[in-house]
């Protein structure tokens, strides 16, 4: 990598498509995708999608949609159950290989991403990836590397392993990890829940402090944040702000640009940086 490259900011917008939970979820999870695809086509940037394999099993005209418009599909597990990751590791192999084979059946394209359900990833989790030939994982959050610790936040409903790294190799491994970037004085993840919740001010601060410490962003993202519908029964940050998630969003790109950050799919991110590992052992945690 030359040194200009190292000065460049990049930027990766992710979506995590969950499945419905009621009927309504049904139309936000096709009216929140059409809307992030009509806004990414403004802006013209392309996404990287994490799909569960029940999604496109599903959904597979909307799945087919986003990669007509050229945008990455990667692997959110087979049904975006949290103790898919917590079975042993032959069957976690078998459990990453059925949903893969179902995203390849409808999309024609077999994943080379996979973000883990709610996070929770573990070792076993790489061990079935690298069996199914994928490239790399996005189911940890990641300090920007001006952060000189490693810690582990404790959250419910979600457990999150924190990194002060950006790209990764996982110990043992030759996946590379793509940690969702956090705000570092307010350390959440920078992705759509939080930023309804705590606002465009505390996103574009965790932006520029990965910036100015030369660490890609990774963003995440609902088709729930950004539809103003209220499901009866869930807690009150799951729709807070949702009639603004859009708009907020698009905030966050515009802010991004701001910086003449190039925005990259997940895959395209790992491939740019590939060639920095490839010579170096697997045990190995770099910064940029």
């Not at 059925?98 to 394209?109: H, K």
Request: charged letters at 20%.
């Amino acid at each position: 990598m030359t040194g200009e490259e190292s000065m460049k900011r990049y930027f990766t917008m992710t979506v995590d498509v969950d499945p419905p939970f009621s009927p309504i979820q049904n139309f936000i999870i096709v009216k929140g995708v059409i809307s992030l695809l009509d806004l990414f086509d403004q802006h013209a940037i392309k996404a990287t999608f994490f799909v569960p394999a029940v999604v496109a099993e599903n959904f597979p005209k909307i799945i087919n949609e986003i990669a007509k418009r050229n945008h990455e599909i990667a692997c959110h597990g087979l049904k975006h159950d949290p103790e898919e990751t917590a079975l042993n590791v032959n069957k976690q192999i078998w459990v990453i290989k059925t949903a893969t084979e179902i995203i390849n059946s409808v999309t024609g394209v077999k994943p080379v991403g996979y973000r883990a359900p709610l996070f929770r990833a573990n070792k076993d989790c790489w061990k079935a990836l690298q069996k199914n030939g994928y490239m790399y994982d996005s189911s940890l959050i990641g300090f920007p590397s001006i952060r000189k610790y490693r810690a582990c936040l404790q959250m419910h409903p979600f457990s999150f392993k924190i990194y002060n790294s950006s790209i990764r190799v996982n110990e043992g491994f030759h996946l590379l990890e793509l940690p969702v970037s956090t705000n570092p004085i307010l350390p959440f993840p920078l992705g759509g829940g939080w930023l309804r919740i705590l606002g465009l001010k505390w996103a574009k601060i965790g932006v520029k402090m990965n910036f100015l410490s030369k660490t890609p962003v990774v963003f995440y993202i609902h088709p729930k944040d950004v539809v103003a519908v209220q499901t009866p029964g869930l807690f009150w940050y799951n729709y807070r702000n949702t009639a603004n998630g859009l708009r907020m969003l698009d905030k966050i790109i515009e802010y991004a640009k701001s910086y003449e950050a190039e925005f990259l799919t997940a895959y395209e991110l790992v491939r740019l940086y590939k060639n920095k590992f490839e010579n170096l052992r697997p045990v190995v945690s770099l910064n940029f």
